[in-house]
């Protein structure tokens, strides 16, 4: 207790009293009878002075206390920011009640009032309170909310509780958040999909080329890997009859972390029997735009710092090799030698380690060097390199590439899709070649998986696959980054 502020002893100090008084500082539960959001939509014109024979009970957390000689003025806050002036006065409430809420009373304490509701004199719509109790109290202060300052960008991160009650954006945040996610499962429920939650702890990191996180099951004594993408679970279900799936999903990635990245995100992926990329792509795009309008009434998105963006409208595809080709003023094809494209590496002073020196990746560094981040409108960025590419079907026209698309939104790769690889014979040569490049130390390569193998020999229809990350979604939005449109993200402990 002696390392405890002041502010915090006297709050304490506070509870102890309650309680020693037969007071609950932290009631089962309070007669509220409405929120404060409905008793502002029913009375949304009173005139100054004006009194109702309206009586409600509210209960919300003190964001404002003004005390006076007679009278006592609180604002409430309920959850989604909206506000409620309370007004005690010794005459409705008795001299003793007004003096235990002057006394026991603190900003960030939840409160209930019941009374009447009026509008005061200057015309706010308040309570005047003919009983008040204490709901819930704080024993922590919370930040000044009328002087002008802001919780800086690390303590938002770290008390995003303390961010929720005290910032109208973080709690726009949520309600963007939620209002996307419930677009997009409509969207697919319109469509005739079906959502299937797929494991996230699995035998075998699996189903996209990255590094994962490991544990250990004590029952079985074995070590597993959390899911890196629900890919191949997904595939499964196709091979067994789910012609229409999707899933929204949490991944894990042991791999860097910034305005990005995060080690735990969210995912959407879906299949579709028949389909392939060029479907993909349309349904992304409904997706998309159909959630924008949603979430926010409109394609054209306002970004943190002001500048607008437009979601809607036919979006621009292009070739990566053509791209790249043009970036560079010579032309690339998968013809094109590795000595020339380690050569245009160390030109553009990009470095890759030894393992990962293909054909595939060195184009693919380099397209993200020299075009990647100059991609302003959403854009499909098409034909990739099969060397990076394992689960995607080769490309019906062109040798050495296979049938998949990014969709990058302002420099940033929001999602990805494929004309999805369903021979087995030729996805175990696929797997084989990367089991190779994981044996001479890529990290990223992906292993055999012969269950999965097995089920592709079940025969899986022809199919488009697609994913996009939510987090990123939100910040193609917002602009923001994407330790704010996770609302509780990863951070590392304080020292």
Do not use: C
């Amino acid at each position: 207790m002696d390392d405890v502020p002041e502010q915090m002893r006297v709050r304490r100090a506070k509870r102890e009293r309650l309680i020693e008084q037969g007071v609950a500082p932290y009631p089962v539960s309070v007669p509220r009878t409405h929120t404060i959001a409905e008793v502002r939509e029913g009375h949304p014109d009173l005139e100054p002075g004006t009194e109702t024979d309206d009586v409600v009970g509210v209960a919300g957390r003190v964001v404002f206390l003004r005390n006076t000689g007679r009278l006592a003025f609180a604002t409430l806050q309920d959850g989604a920011g909206t506000r409620l002036q309370a007004m005690l006065s010794e005459k409705e409430v008795g001299a003793e009640a007004l003096a235990a809420f002057k006394a026991d009373v603190d900003l960030g304490d939840h409160v209930f009032v019941h009374g009447r509701v009026i509008a005061s004199r200057r015309g706010e719509l308040s309570v005047m309170a003919d009983e008040w109790r204490m709901a819930a109290k704080s024993i922590r202060p919370l930040p000044n909310l009328y002087e002008g300052t802001e919780m800086s960008e690390e303590a938002r991160v770290r008390q995003r509780y303390v961010d929720l009650i005290v910032r109208p954006g973080a709690r726009e945040m949520v309600r963007l958040r939620s209002a996307v996610v419930r677009s997009l499962r409509e969207n697919f429920y319109r469509r005739g999909f079906l959502e299937l939650e797929t494991p996230m702890l699995q035998v075998r990191p699996e189903g996209a080329a990255a590094r994962q996180f490991e544990t250990h099951m004590n029952a079985f004594d074995m070590d597993l890997y959390l899911r890196i993408a629900p890919e191949l679970f997904l595939k499964r279900a196709a091979v067994g009859g789910v012609e229409k799936v999707f899933e929204i999903n949490r991944n894990f990635r042991n791999e860097g972390v910034d305005s990005t990245h995060s080690p735990e995100f969210a995912m959407l992926e879906a299949y579709e029997a028949y389909g392939d990329y060029d479907t993909m792509a349309a349904l992304t795009q409904d997706l998309v735009q159909t959630a924008a309008r949603d979430a926010l009434g409109t394609t054209v998105v306002t970004l943190a710092d002001g500048t607008e963006y437009d979601l809607g409208g036919q979006w621009t595809s292009l070739t990566m090799y053509g791209s790249l080709s043009e970036a560079l003023g010579e032309e690339i094809t998968h013809d094109t030698s590795d000595e020339r494209l380690l050569a245009l590496l160390d030109a553009a002073d990009v470095e890759l380690a030894p393992a990962q020196r293909n054909h595939g990746k060195m184009v693919e560094e380099l397209w993200e060097h020299h075009v990647g981040s100059t991609l302003w409108a959403p854009t499909f960025v098409r034909d990739f390199p099969v060397e990076t590419s394992p689960l995607t079907r080769d490309h019906r026209t062109e040798r050495g590439l296979v049938e998949k698309w990014d969709l990058y939104v302002r420099g940033m790769e929001l999602a990805t899709a494929y004309s999805e690889l369903v021979d087995p014979v030729v996805q175990r040569e696929r797997f084989e070649a990367q089991a190779l490049l994981a044996a001479k130390g890529d990290d990223d390569a992906m292993r055999i998986d012969e269950d999965f193998l097995a089920a592709m020999e079940h025969a899986m229809p022809p199919s488009g696959g697609m994913g996009m990350g939510i987090d990123r979604l939100l910040i193609a939005m917002t602009g923001q980054g994407i330790r704010d449109t996770i609302v509780f993200p990863l951070v590392k402990p304080q020292a």
